[in-house]
């Protein structure tokens, strides 16, 4: 069964993984993801309606190559 990376395989550009990975956990735990969903939402840059916002590694599929976007 596919799944998503591992936050260990960020690239270094995103700064360290454990620093990522405790800012999305703060974010979630603080209604900052929910705020940014529902942002987006009124201004219309997403069409769909996020009534619960889940973000892991079941739903989150990025192809390997996909990540490595930065300059």
Known sequence: ??????W???P????KWITVYQRFNRWS?????E????ALQEERIIAVEVRVPALD???VKV???AVRVCK
């Open 57 to 59: 590694s079941t739903s």
């Open 8 to 10: 260990r395989d960020l």
């Open 1 to 6: 069964m596919p799944h998503g990376g591992p």
């Open 29 to 33: 735990r603080n209604g900052a993801m």
């Open 63 to 65: 192809h390997r190559h």
């Open 35 to 38: 705020r940014l969903f529902t």
């Open 12 to 15: 270094e550009c995103y700064g």
